[in-house]
């Protein structure tokens, strides 16, 4: 039953009682912790199956691995880091980043790495935790940070275990492998295919990119920080601040806040930049055919790079758009016939992006198991609670602003709008507590219908679109997004 005001139905705990487990260590689940612990909540674990924490960062470390979104936007609100190299700096220095976090906060403490979990079980209010060694827990509250771009997505390609030499997907980079001289295949043209585009061509003999769909490429510098202004960001730590700031707001109105409408001047312009760029920077009249979207820039995710034209031109690049008919045991052989014969094949092929806190089992009140509950695809209410799933919260669940803002910035007020049901139980207003399933439906009504307005729904096929081809992703402002995030509307809660 759901009540605006709900009155006391459970003793009050001290934050030391109430028991909490935070599923995953990169980005939010370290931010989980940190915000946990500067609550007054310290009875909690952080459980990660790989064997550092960093998530994406850890697990992603294929050559020329950036961040699309500004270094100086994607950092903790409370950790500003005056020391990033570059404007998109490398993926190395951002897992260092979490990491230094991690320690200065504290953290290691609450980590329990390499401990993978495997079911959790609602029985008799509490989440009951199993663990892939076989060791078992028990919380109050679950905090999914399990991330997004996760799971691997490899094609199913005739004959792909017949390829005679090294293969692997980017998000498991093979470094054993040397490609110095090698003739080298990368499958795919997102922003992983990209930036190994550009970090490896001039290291190899012969390079082919193979391209199902050609992107819209917006152009965008690079340039390193100078030591100075290291310097002044660590002296004067308001400048950083400022500088913060001015990024978001330009993001956020220059980006974010264009792309859930599709006819914004906004848009308009960025896709100028992107057909200006394509056209000054490609000489060659069919390669730029090639390279050139029918649809309009933004409907995929946007691809962030001034070098990748440069690259796809070098002399040993070859763009390959005939189909993939086959893999075969000396390279790939293509719908036209040809076999373009090498020696390492690197699937640039992206995440199964519907899996959120799956493979592993949830199973919520009498019984409800979540996997059967997402049969249709995933949803959450503001997209981080599922009706009948009591105090299991995800950060950067289904629905979310996965494709337009910073996830930093998302998961901060998403943590901090988390913490306020956590309080609940903790005060002992409620033992237990979920979104509805009205708010649920009316939310998912709503998100639907805001849907119909934005870029991607503009004549592509992306991951952001789900089976119905309805765009998962966050359909308004930013500014919405924030004032959702303000304070819980206790009506649209279940609480028990």
């Known amino acids: 039953m759901t009540h605006e005001t709900p009155r006391p ?113 609602f029985e008799n209010g509490r989440w009951e935790i199993a663990l892939a060694d076989g060791s ?162 933004a409907c995929k995710r946007l691809i962030i790079s001034g070098e990748f034209y440069a690259a796809i031109q070098r002399p040993n690049a070859n763009l390959v758009t005939d189909p993939i008919e086959r893999i075969e045991e000396s390279g790939v052989r293509t719908a036209d016939g040809t076999l373009h014969e090498l020696d390492v094949l690197v699937l640039a092929t992206g995440f199964r992006v519907d899996r959120f806190v799956r493979p592993m089992e949830v199973v919520g009140r009498n019984g409800v198991a979540l996997n059967d509950v997402w049969e249709k695809g995933p949803f959450a209410y503001l997209a981080i609670t599922v009706p009948e799933f009591p105090n299991l919260f995800m950060l950067n669940g289904p629905n979310g602003p996965v494709g337009n803002f910073s996830l930093i910035d998302i998961a901060e007020c998403q943590f901090a709008y988390i913490l306020q049901l956590i309080e609940r139980v903790r005060s002992g207003a409620c033992r237990e507590i979920a979104a509805s399933r009205e708010a649920t439906r009316r939310f ?19 991951w952001y679109l789900d089976a119905d081809g309805v765009p998962m992703a966050w359909p308004w402002t930013f500014d919405r997004f924030k004032d959702e995030m303000r304070e819980p509307r206790l009506d649209d809660f279940d609480l028990r």
Request: hydrophobic share 35%; charged share 25%.
């Open 444 to 462: 998912d009504a709503e998100r639907r219908e805001a849907a119909k307005k934005t870029i991607w729904t503009s004549g592509c096929q992306s």
């Open 9 to 121: 139905s459970a003793a009050p705990k001290s934050p030391s009682e109430l028991r909490i487990v935070i599923i995953g260590a990169g980005m939010s689940g370290v931010l989980s912790a940190i915000q946990l612990q500067e609550s007054g909540y310290d009875n909690f674990s952080v459980y990660e199956k790989g064997t550092r924490i960093g998530g994406t960062w850890n697990e992603n470390t294929y050559p020329g691995l950036s961040c699309d979104v500004p270094s100086h936007l994607y950092s903790y609100s409370f950790e500003l880091n005056p020391d990033w190299s570059h404007r998109y700096s490398p993926g190395e220095e951002i897992q260092a980043y979490f990491e230094n976090v991690a320690r200065r906060h504290g953290i290691p403490s609450k980590l329990r790495l390499g401990q993978e979990v495997v079911r959790c079980v």
């Open 136 to 297: 078992r827990d028990s919380a109050d509250v679950v905090i999914a940070a399990t991330g997004v771009l996760h799971h691997p997505s490899v094609p199913d390609f005739e004959g792909l275990d017949r390829f005679a030499g090294p293969q692997f997907h980017s998000a498991r980079w093979d470094h054993s492998v040397s490609l110095e001289g090698k003739r080298v295949g990368v499958v795919g043209t997102g922003s992983t295919a990209i930036q190994i585009t550009t970090a490896v061509v001039d290291r190899v003999a012969e390079y082919k990119l193979f391209q199902r769909t050609p992107q819209w490429v917006m152009p965008q510098e690079n340039p390193l920080y100078s030591e100075a202004e290291k310097k002044l960001f660590r002296d004067r730590p308001e400048t950083l601040r400022a500088l913060n700031a001015d990024i978001r707001l330009l993001f956020t109105e220059g980006f974010s806040n264009a792309v859930v409408d599709a006819d914004s001047p906004q848009l308009a312009a960025i896709h100028e930049a992107c057909e200006a760029n394509l056209e000054e920077s490609v000489r060659d009249p069919e390669l730029k055919e090639k390279l050139r979207p029918n649809y309009r820039a």
